[in-house]
Antibody, heavy 116, light 108 residues
């Protein structure tokens, strides 16, 4: 079955950017539809966007338009989420999840801390 | 954007009791695209129910989902201590997802 491995924790300064990776394996092809979901401390789940390699398109949540970019490298089955203009309230765990209409499985999460 | 509202926010029940969690949508949601997840502290969400009523692989049959249109329900028929978690509903439409704010279930 599909497994997702994410990059390690990051500490960033306000105004900078962060790029988190999610490497997929175990599927029948090297194409994986990967969504990104974040969770601020003690808060709920917030969908950020998705990359669909079958259509080579990304779709982003309105809250993140202009700040988030999701890309994929099919040769390594790795999807990247880059978030720019970081603020303290971007401190969160960032999850990747495989699937078009739902997430299964999910990666373990990457903690991004934004602090001066 | 479709807004999902979950109720109650918190639920505290004893082992063996029945839990009923509600997820109400601001507009029509296809049953095919209504999903429930369970999340325990420090863990990623785990797929519980998809298509509003189909249990995911390995999910015990004490978990069941129902509903259609704008009103959906997750029922845990006989609570076990390991069911202590936050439960989220999620919908898919127009290539995007939205989540409810979650219901925290505590086992007394």
């Amino acid at each position: 079955q599909v497994q997702l491995v994410q990059s390690g924790a990051e500490v960033k300064k306000p105004g900078s950017s962060v790029k988190v990776s999610c490497k997929a394996s175990g599927g029948t092809s090297n194409k994986y539809v990967i969504s990104w979901v974040r969770q601020a401390p003690g808060q709920g789940l917030e969908w950020m966007g998705v990359f669909n390699p079958f259509f080579n398109t990304a779709n982003y949540a309105q809250n993140f338009q202009g700040r988030v970019t999701i890309t994929t490298d099919e040769s390594t089955s790795t999807t990247f989420m880059e978030l720019s203009g970081l603020k303290s309230d971007d401190t969160a765990v960032y999850f990747c999840a495989e699937g078009t209409s739902l997430g299964d499985p999910w990666g373990p999460g990457t903690l991004v801390t934004v602090s001066s | 954007e479709i807004v999902l509202t979950q109720s109650p926010g918190n639920l505290s029940l004893s082992p063996g009791e029945r839990a009923t969690l509600s997820c109400r949508a601001s507009q029509f949601v296809s049953s095919s695209y209504l999903t429930w997840y369970q999340q325990k502290p420090g863990q990623a969400p785990r797929l519980l129910i998809y298509g509003a009523s189909t249990r995911a692989t390995g999910i015990p049959d004490r978990f069941s989902g129902s509903g259609s249109g704008t009103d959906f329900t997750l029922t845990i028929s006989r609570l076990e201590p390991e069911d202590s978690a936050v439960y989220y509903c999620q919908q898919y439409s127009r290539s995007s997802w939205t989540f409810g704010q979650g219901t925290k279930v505590e086992i007394k």
